[in-house]
């Protein structure tokens, strides 16, 4: 299993970005994907996930402004991360479940990529 994301960057409180997580060497139709993110000095929090069927779970901190997607034709995950806040600086980590259902902790993600570094300015 490899995750690469990729579409960091710093901006500005109230700005946009999307992140892109290209997945290979696995039936990634067969898996839940998730974001999840950590700040320094905090646990991984679950940002959104989405199961191999569509049914998406959002964090409550980015409800109405974060949109995950998959294409399972292209093997790539995206959050689009609106209106964004200080409080949503962190690095964001891409993450793989094999399963029918999304779990809630990061813990047992068993599948990771590097991360991205995501910087929110006030």
């Known amino acids: 299993v490899q995750l690469v994301e990729s579409g960091g960057g710093s901006v500005q409180t109230g700005g946009s970005l999307r992140l892109s997580c290209a997945a290979s060497?696995?039936?990634?139709?067969?898996?839940?994907m998730g974001w999840f993110r950590q700040a320094p000095g905090k646990g991984r929090e679950r940002v959104a996930t989405?199961?191999?069927?569509?049914?998406?779970t959002y964090g409550d901190s980015v409800k109405g402004r974060f949109i995950i997607s998959r294409d399972n034709d292209k093997k790539t995950l995206d959050l689009q991360m609106n209106n964004l806040k200080p409080e949503d600086t962190a690095m964001y980590y891409c993450?793989?479940?094999?399963?029918?259902?999304?779990?809630?902790?990061?813990?047992?993600?068993?599948?990771w990529g590097q991360g991205t570094q995501v910087t929110v300015s006030a």
């Open positions: 989405i199961s191999k069927l569509g049914s998406i």
């Open positions: 060497g696995f039936t990634y139709s067969s898996y839940c």
């Open positions: 993450a793989a479940y094999r399963g029918s259902f999304c779990p809630s902790q990061a813990a047992t993600f068993p599948n």
